[in-house]
């Protein structure tokens, strides 16, 4: 998105809403710097919340940024992220697909969004504590940052439910879990051990593909999140894949 279309859609969300701040205030990375930022957030214990975007053509992303990020009577997520450092990022558009990909920063589409601890002042994002991520705009997308900001592990909650009882469901869960904290490794250990589950295997292959096609998506969104794509067809071509 241009910074200018970019303009008309914040002029327009402002009319909109009587001139009202948005529920999430973003820091302006670009023109701040990142490093200032991220330091800041360390050194203050604050939470990081990155934005992983695109409403110039995403249709979750729209609705996120209209009915929650930009919605001045969202007064929940306004409350949560109060003293949280803020950024948005458009993940396929540069500077941002640039940025991510030194940041070390993976998505799974847009919108994505991270919650992060920052390791250390002068550390890149991508070695940051990821509290959690969330994937398009679910309906429990504040309760999940709020569970998250409040010390819930999905991660440590999916492995007591696989000892608990390990379902396929519980299977699955795991390792979406993984996945979303950046463990492609552990989630792959995972699908193999569910695989090895003879007791689950007719029911596994299915999820096992699904897997996969998360798995590859997310690799090739992370080693092309460096290219600029502008040409209608790529867009096209990323628009039938986020749907």
């Known amino acids: 998105m241009t910074r200018f279309s970019r303009t008309v859609l914040g002029i327009a969300a402002l009319v909109a809403s009587g001139g009202a701040a948005a529920s999430v205030q973003f820091s302006d990375w670009q023109a701040e710097g990142i490093e200032p930022l991220v330091s800041t957030a360390a050194r203050e214990n604050r939470l990081m919340l990155v934005v992983i975007t695109q409403p110039d053509w995403c249709p979750p992303c729209i609705r996120l940024e209209r009915d929650l990020l930009g919605n001045p009577e969202a007064t929940d997520i306004a409350e949560l992220t109060r003293d949280w450092t803020a950024i948005e990022v458009l993940g396929y558009d540069s500077p941002g697909a640039e940025f991510l990909a030194e940041q070390g920063l993976r998505f799974h589409g847009t919108p994505t969004t ?8 002068d550390a890149p994002l991508g070695e940051a504590t990821v509290l959690t991520s969330i994937n398009g705009f679910p309906e429990d997308y504040t309760d ?39 463990s492609v490794i552990s989630a792959r250990r995972v699908y193999r051990s569910m695989l090895m589950r003879t007791d689950l295997e007719a029911a596994s292959a299915s999820s096992v593909s699904a897997w996969s096609f998360s798995t590859r998506w997310n690799t090739s969104l992370t080693s092309s999140n460096s290219i600029s794509r502008r040409s209608s067809a790529s867009r096209s071509v990323r628009m039938s894949m986020d749907r």
Do not use: C, H, W
């Open 144 to 182: 999940t940052l709020r569970r998250a900001a409040g010390g819930f592990d999905q991660v440590l909650a999916a492995q007591q439910a696989m000892r608990d009882a390990p379902t396929l469901e519980n299977y699955r869960t795991l390792g979406r879990a993984y996945i979303d904290q950046g």
């Open 114 to 121: 991270l919650l992060l601890k920052p390791a250390s002042a």
